[in-house]
């Protein structure tokens, strides 16, 4: 198995534009999960989906954040607008029972 | 509700030293405990887990054993090498559902 694929690897965009990060799970494996790292916050949730339904997005941020899983292969975050402080590296993960997650190699965003 | 504290860092060793990294839990229920382990630059990857009391998990010459009397899961190695330098995660959960994780300790191992 490919592990779980995020796209892309590095995003640089201006303020204000919208930001649209891309996640391909593990199939078969019925939980997602968004989180975003950095240094200050370190590693914070913002939502995760359980059979591409989301459960919990208490972590989202603002009416910025947007998550979708339209179906069980593939599943996005959307920015907009960006701005400087959403500047991070974004982490999806897929988990199956009571294996643990397995983590994507993220997505590293810059918003200048 | 759920929670984990790990110790703090940086901790930096020498090469073949013993390692701890300390992680006590709060949990309701009876959770899974996990050990994760970021490398520069790349995700998080599962290192080694234990799914009841008295379980030991161990991988790559790492161990921890969930100990429900001291609400603890420990790592330990005992040689550690330059390879080992990341940053530790300790989390908790029902497993496939929301993990709760430590703050994260940075390792560094000087040869």
């Known amino acids: 198995d490919a592990g779980v694929i995020q796209s892309p690897r590095h995003e640089v965009t201006e303020m204000g534009q919208e930001v649209t990060l891309r996640c391909k799970p593990i199939?078969?494996?019925?939980?997602l999960f968004w989180y975003r790292q950095t240094m200050m916050r370190g590693l914070e949730l913002l939502i995760y989906f359980n059979n591409n339904v989301p459960i919990d997005d208490s972590g989202m941020p603002e009416d910025r954040f947007s998550a979708k899983m339209p179906n069980a292969s593939f599943s996005n975050l959307k920015i907009q607008p960006s701005e400087p402080r959403d500047s991070a590296v974004y982490f999806c993960?897929?988990?199956?029972?009571?294996?643990?997650?397995?983590f994507g190699s993220g997505t590293r965003l810059t918003v200048v | 509700g759920n929670s984990v504290t790990q110790m703090e860092g940086p901790v930096t060793l020498s090469e073949e030293a013993f390692l701890t990294i300390n992680c006590t839990y709060t949990a309701t229920g009876y959770p899974s405990l996990f050990w994760y382990v970021q490398y520069p630059g790349e995700g998080l990857q599962l290192l080694l887990k234990?799914?009841?009391?008295?379980d030991k998990g161990s991988n790559k010459g790492f161990e921890a054993t969930y100990r429900k009397e001291t609400t603890s899961f420990h790592l330990e190695k005992g040689s550690v090498q330059v390879s080992d330098s990341a940053v530790y995660f300790c989390a908790l959960g029902p497993g496939a559902q929301k993990l709760v994780f430590g703050q994260g300790t940075r390792l560094t191992i000087n040869p």
């Open positions: 234990a799914t009841k009391a008295d």
């Open positions: 993960a897929s988990s199956l029972h009571r294996d643990g997650y397995t």
């Open positions: 199939s078969g494996h019925d939980y």
